[in-house]
């Protein structure tokens, strides 16, 4: 199997070296591209800039509370735009609230998965995701 390019949107550090770790125990090899903030996931997504020769993810796996531009607006002009609605979408945020989940689904988040606290709860759900995702899951072509 080819590899899977995973963009990561998130900026809590210490939730990015989990994920990062996380995946790296997988069975699939992925390329994890970080972003820290929502202007700097636009501007990968849409190659301006510093990212003019980005990789198109396969997947991406957005927080909704990131500094510049939040979560929520990253996912409404991404699944509004032709060339980057195709791309799956997983909110993967510490939050529970129901609007929260709500809205995600509402802007076309193709899942919305809670963060657990515990590490390995965490590695479990990072895990689960690339296996649903990259497994079982038919993605776009490239």
């Avoid at 909704?64 to 609605?85: A, F, M, Q, W, Y």
């Avoid at 809205?103 to 919305?112: K, P, T």
């Amino acid at each position: 199997m080819e590899s899977i390019n995973i963009l990561l949107v998130e900026d809590n550090l210490g939730d990015i070296e989990l994920t990062r770790e996380s995946l790296s125990r997988g069975k699939l090899k992925n390329n994890l591209t970080v972003v820290e903030n929502g202007e700097d996931a636009l501007e990968y997504l849409f190659q301006r800039g510093q990212y003019n020769n980005a990789v198109r993810p396969d997947i991406i796996l957005l927080d909704l509370n990131l500094p510049k531009v939040s979560g929520r607006g990253v996912l409404k002009i991404l699944k509004e735009d032709e060339r980057t609605k195709d791309i799956p979408v997983i909110i993967l945020s510490s939050s529970r609230d129901a609007l929260d989940i709500k809205e995600s689904y509402q802007l076309h988040a193709n899942c919305f998965v809670s963060k657990p606290v515990s590490l390995s709860s965490f590695i479990n759900v990072v895990q689960s995701i690339e296996s649903f995702w990259i497994d079982i899951v038919k993605l776009p072509a490239k």
